[in-house]
């Protein structure tokens, strides 16, 4: 699943290939990416020159030389791959940019859950997002008010992207284990000193995961600390991993390291 580290290093890609390039064409090939991108919007960013890719929390934001952007979130198995236009579309491929210079990007996405819309000059195109993850100005004093506010557990309200922009769930219970923080305490009672050590916590697995997410595809999972790692034994104390299932999505924690 991408979270911030892996949707930069996509952004990085996908920038290396595109900037200053024209759109020829924008081949729409899944059903769900038809009715989130219809024809009169691809008519629309013909010939438009890309002129920067930013990346906010998961979203990627493509801007054209029209003003207009198209915003582009990969949810669970969304990447792109750069390619020759003589070259077959990949597997999985739902949404193909055909740019200038042969260069042809696709988003390849075997679930098909990832969106492509476009945002016309002027208009909102983000929902409402906390500061992002990496931003190094955050304070503690904004990261606890955001917490104050959550009576839900803390790994829950780390998965609000209203908290910080960037955290899914992965790096949330990774962050957790290193801050030694239970993922079932309640985000609004966390001490001052536990949410510092949080944010630092935070940004220290997310700068990790930076520093090697060129790597991530190739090297698979395997680089986590407790992260998919049920009944393995913790790297801090040797006892086994657990799983449970908070929010609808599954949380590992060491229950010695992480006592409440
Ligand atoms: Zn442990």
Not at 68 to 84: C, E, I, P, Q, Y
Request: some cysteine.
């Amino acid at each position: 699943m991408p979270e911030l580290p892996e949707v930069e290093y996509a952004a990085h890609v996908l920038r290396a290939a595109v900037i200053g390039r024209t759109i020829r064409n924008v081949r729409v090939l899944h059903p769900a990416q038809r009715r989130r991108l219809p024809s009169r919007d691809v008519a629309r960013v013909r010939g438009a020159q890309i002129t920067t890719v930013e990346r906010r929390g998961k979203h990627q934001l493509i801007s054209l030389s029209t003003g207009d952007t198209l915003l582009v979130h990969f949810r669970m198995t969304g990447d792109w791959r750069v390619h020759r236009a003589r070259d077959d579309a990949p597997r999985y491929a739902r949404v193909v940019l055909e740019l200038d210079g042969d260069v042809h990007v696709s988003l390849v996405d075997p679930r098909a859950l990832s969106t492509v819309t476009l945002h016309r000059d002027g208009s909102d195109s983000l929902p409402v997002l906390g500061p992002d993850a990496v931003d190094p100005t955050v304070r503690v004093e904004t990261f606890g008010a955001a917490l104050s506010r959550r009576r839900v557990a803390i790994k829950v309200a780390l998965l609000d992207q209203r908290v910080l922009a960037g955290v899914g769930n992965i790096y949330a219970a990774e962050a957790l284990w290193l801050a030694r923080i239970n993922p079932r305490a309640i985000a609004s009672s966390l001490t001052r000193a536990r949410q510092q050590r949080l944010l630092d916590a935070v940004r220290s697995v997310l700068a990790k995961a930076q520093r090697s997410a060129g790597r991530y595809r190739d090297a698979g999972v395997g680089r986590f600390e407790v992260y998919d790692r049920e009944r393995l034994p913790c790297s801090r104390c040797g006892r086994a991993i657990r799983r449970i299932v908070q929010a609808g999505r599954s949380t590992y924690f060491c229950p010695h390291c992480q006592r409440r």
